[in-house]
């Protein structure tokens, strides 16, 4: 078995974190389309640039179709797609919260 790089090794401790907050929040669906299908954590930058922790959980649960299309995007469109989601969804928590 490869040997695990210790980017990854924080990676895999960060997706654990951020399962748990998801659920909690109860984001358990595609945040594009609302699909359940091959959900997984889209970064807004591509993972082998990201060195820091603040940029490791900067992330939207995206399906696996959205996951490939966001993918193909250039690297700026990326990051303005997933931030928009990031951003949309902390508004809107900000606002329940002042209910
Ligand atoms: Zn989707």
């Not at 924080?10 to 358990?28: M, P, T």
Request: hydrophobic share 40%; glycine share 4%; proline share 1%.
């Amino acid at each position: 078995m490869k040997r695990q790089g210790k980017k990854s090794l924080a990676w895999n401790r960060a997706r654990l974190q951020l399962k748990r907050e998801f659920f909690n929040k109860q984001i358990i669906s595609c945040e594009i389309c609302g699909s359940t299908y091959g959900l997984s954590f889209a970064h807004r930058v591509k993972r082998r640039f990201i060195t820091d922790d603040v940029e490791m959980f900067k992330v939207a649960l995206i399906c696996v179709k959205d996951h490939e299309a966001i993918e193909r995007l250039p690297h700026d469109e990326m990051f303005y797609r997933i931030n928009e989601i990031i951003e949309n969804r902390d508004s809107k928590a900000a606002a329940l919260a002042f209910q």
